[in-house]
């Protein structure tokens, strides 16, 4: 592999530009739940969509190693504790990257019948991550779970939001709308970066499952959107591509 | 000006360290003293590092006064009690290169963004940006531009309607016309005399180019090192020629041309600013005769 | 009240804090910093132990004193997290379920209950915490960002006969320290323009919708400005004809010392021991012999 100067100078600038973002009020907003909204990993998913998964990765590594030396040295605030072990500030983040650059590939140009495979595995893997969330609540509150109510209910919802999932998908590909693209690469590369640093805190049992579930849905999930909006602002902005409107708002 | 008069701006003993208290200290800016009145386009003017950034922000609040004060229409901008918005909304402000800070994709989208943060009603968002974009002489159609699709020129005149769609009494700019060609030049500085003519306005202009402080300017104030050189009506600071080129300012080509010729032994005025004075005072030496 | 930090955002990117006290441990070849500083956050991630903890501990305070730096600027980064620190040790001790099964309880009042492991795991928790964040304040407080890219690069040579671009990657890390202070600054300019137009930037300010909405009028120049200084840059290596790393030479060479070797000798040795010793559940064997002699 021999990366271009294009692929170095690319990497560097949205390095700088997430550690930037990672390092002051710039990449936060807060948010009610008391831990900030954070969109740093936006440069990363950026890069990878612009310049390919190696440029993502290597993004992705300088913000976790920026957000590692950060959490150590200054830490912004007291959720910076977890971020002093690089299996969490720094392993997570190489992912955002190569999974970002994936879901671009995958969605940019499709033809029918990838629309729907891809649409059916975005719409199980949905569900297999609820399913995985509620046995997490389950282990933890089986009380709660062993209600038949709650079950049926959570049942339902697990299957309705895979449905939800899977027609959106399915129309995104099939619509060819590179906003539209970019708004589920925007998600898809935030949520990983969720999900994996979650996954890590809970793995290393540093907070119990039940702390992380709620974390995950009610940070993770705006989280991702605001990297969406951001995500698809930027690169139309970037590459001029058409967002459909014709004129100011004026 | 006539009568006395409040000054929109007075900015008094202005001083201003970056990193204050810090090992690294810098010293940006030393007892300045400034007054901008209805009418005035005032010229400031120094080479890079002098503080004329520093000074500028120092106009709208975007700096507090460390040292000294600065009173825009008459209210001290050091009280801690100030309403910063409305003094920001006094006094526009343009940044350097400001075509790299349009974010909308459309032009009106961007000239809208001042009367949007105002909190005002569509209709009247409409019509500040209507008449924004004929302050600087773009039709009203261009509201629905791609930004992407203008010319440099256009690009930063579309800026400086961003900034006078807050409808500003005073305007400050920093280097407006830098980067612009001679056509672009003489657009934007049409439209700063043109808009200033207007209304008890007054403007604040920090530029390198001495063609564009002799084409405008009514005062000029000389910036080194942080304090005030020389200041006083363009032709009274364009005299001091040796004391502007040791600090590495030019001064404008008709002046300089005047100069060497003295120099030479040519019995010319250096009182000159423009290029026709500067022919009228060689058609002397020839006795009055066209050349 | 617009403070005079209300712009200021350089002020805060806190990479690159450097203490130039002049120490022999400044003066350590930047790849041997490097290797010690992997080989400690190892040993304490894979440590079990608070004996062990509590000798790297003593290591990195020792290091601190002999580098000259101030205990506080290295405690300034615990201060902050201390309250959080707590909390999670106190998850710890209560809340995960694994550590209370089958352990003795030492203590209960009505769903709380804490066992000698859960109690033994936060303490870990705090103990880990502070070893880390205290190694690599030392490091960094004791390397330039210079002397990290050519650390990281150097120590990453040897992969690049395997075909990974080490010397590429090196260079992202140096684009990006370069790049850093030039959009702060371009950041600061833009919400100075922005505030000049009305935005407000005034912290505190908890809403969410009006916070996202004036994000965008700053984030996308933000980006498209870093992008386009990129491409300036591209254009102009292209220009000098940039050709990678491939036979390139070095304009600053490293060489190790003696006393360079004996340092990484004595960390790696301390890092094996510390593992080793919890391997050897020497934790038990201390607290017996402190209770036997105690009580």
């Known amino acids: 592999m021999n990366p271009t100067t294009r692929k170095i100078v690319i990497a560097g600038a949205m390095s700088a530009l997430s550690v930037l973002l990672g390092s002051t009020v710039l990449g936060f907003i807060p948010w009610w739940t008391g831990t900030s909204l954070t969109f740093m990993t936006v440069p990363v998913i950026v890069g990878a969509v ?201 | ?234 032709r009274e600071v364009f005299q001091d020629a040796d004391l502007l080129e040791r600090y590495g300012l030019a001064i404008p080509a008709a002046t300089e041309t005047m100069h060497m010729l003295r120099e030479r032994g040519f019995p010319v005025s250096t009182n000159v600013l423009f290029t026709d004075e500067a022919a009228r005072e060689i058609e002397g030496l020839f006795g009055g005769r066209a050349i | 009240m617009a403070g005079p930090s209300e712009f200021e955002l350089l002020g805060r990117v806190t990479i690159g804090q450097y203490l130039p006290t002049g120490s022999r441990l400044h003066h350590l070849d930047p790849r041997i910093k490097l290797l010690m500083v992997v080989l400690m956050i190892t040993a304490v991630i894979v440590s079990h132990s608070l004996v062990g903890l509590a000798l790297l501990l003593a290591v990195v305070v020792a290091g601190l004193l002999s580098a000259r730096i101030p205990l506080r600027f290295a405690l300034a980064g615990l201060g902050p997290m201390l309250p959080f620190l707590l909390l999670l040790a106190l998850l710890q001790v209560f809340a995960i379920p694994q550590y209370g099964a089958g352990a003795t309880v030492i203590w209960q009042w009505s769903i709380l209950k804490a066992t000698d492991r859960s109690v033994l795991a936060g303490a870990l928790l705090i103990a880990r915490f502070t070893v880390m964040v205290l190694g690599i304040s030392l490091f960094s407080f004791s390397t330039t960002t210079t002397e990290l890219t050519h650390g990281v690069e150097h120590l990453l040579r040897p992969l690049q006969a395997l075909g990974v671009p080490a010397h590429e990657f090196a260079l992202v890390v140096n684009i990006a320290i370069r790049f850093l202070p030039i959009l702060a600054e371009e950041a600061e300019r833009l919400m100075k323009a922005q505030a000049s137009r009305g935005a407000d930037f005034g912290r505190g300010q908890r809403n969410f919708i009006a916070r996202t909405r004036r994000l965008l009028p700053l984030l996308v120049p933000l980006f498209l400005v870093s992008l386009r200084r990129a491409e300036q840059l591209i254009e102009a290596m292209e220009a000098r004809s940039y050709l990678g790393g491939k036979g390139r030479t070095h304009l600053i060479s490293l060489r190790a010392r003696p006393s360079d070797y004996v340092a990484l000798v004595g960390v790696a040795g301390l890092a094996a021991l510390v593992v080793q010793l919890s391997a050897a559940n020497a934790d038990a064997f201390a607290w017996h012999w402190l209770t036997d002699r105690l009580l």
């Open chain 1, 50 to 250: 612009l310049e390919g998964p190696w440029v993502g990765l290597a993004i992705g590594f300088v913000l976790g190693a920026s957000s590692l030396v950060q959490a150590n040295i200054a830490p912004r605030g007291p959720g910076d504790v977890i971020f002093t072990n690089p299996l969490i500030s720094i392993a997570p983040r190489l992912f955002i990257g190569p999974v970002s650059w994936l879901v671009h590939q995958a969605l940019r140009d499709q033809d029918d019948s990838l629309a729907l495979k891809v649409a059916a595995v975005a719409g199980s893997l949905v569900n297999v991550i609820l399913v995985l969330v509620m046995l997490g609540l389950h282990q933890s509150t089986p009380q709660t779970l062993g209600n038949p109510v709650a079950r049926t209910l959570m049942f339902a919802a697990g299957v309705g939001s895979a449905l939800l999932v899977a027609w959106l998908v399915y129309r995104v590909l099939k619509g060819d709308r590179a906003p539209v693209t970019l708004t589920v690469v925007g998600m898809a590369g935030s949520l990983t970066n969720t999900i994996l640093v979650l996954g890590v805190i809970g793995l290393l049992q540093i907070a119990p499952w039940t702390a992380l579930v709620p974390i995950a849905l009610f940070n993770g999930l705006p989280e991702a959107v605001v990297a969406a909006i951001i995500t698809v602002a930027v690169v139309t902005a970037w590459r001029g591509i058409d967002t459909g409107r014709t004129g100011s708002t004026v």
């Open chain 2, 1 to 234: 000006m006539t009568a006395p008069v409040t000054p929109l701006i007075q900015v008094r003993a202005l001083g201003h360290a970056y990193l204050r208290g810090t090992p690294l200290e810098v010293r940006s800016l030393d007892d300045v003293d400034l007054e901008v009145c209805a009418g005035d386009v005032v010229g400031i003017v120094g080479p890079t590092g002098s503080g004329k950034s520093t000074l500028l922000q120092h106009l709208n609040g975007l700096l507090p006064p460390q040292d000294g004060e600065v009173w825009v229409n008459g209210v001290a901008l050091s009280d801690p009690a100030v309403d910063i918005r409305a003094i920001r909304q006094r006094v526009g402000l343009l940044f350097q290169s400001p075509e790299d800070q349009l974010f909308e994709r459309y032009a009106g989208d961007d000239v809208a963004f001042g009367p949007r943060s105002l909190g005002l009603p569509a209709e009247e968002v409409r019509d500040r940006v209507r008449k924004a974009l004929d302050d600087v002489g773009l039709p009203f159609a261009y509201k629905d531009r791609l930004i992407a699709e203008l010319s440099e020129g256009q690009k930063r005149r579309l800026a400086l309607a961003g900034v006078l769609a807050m409808e500003p009494q005073v305007l400050v700019l920093d280097e407006p016309t830098a980067g612009l060609d001679p056509q672009g030049r003489r657009e934007l500085l049409g439209v700063l005399s043109g808009w200033c003519a207007r209304d008890q306005r007054a403007i604040v202009l920090a530029s390198h180019n001495m063609e564009d402080v002799t084409a405008v300017c009514t005062y000029v104030h000389v910036l080194v090192g942080g304090t005030v050189l020389l200041h006083g009506l363009p």
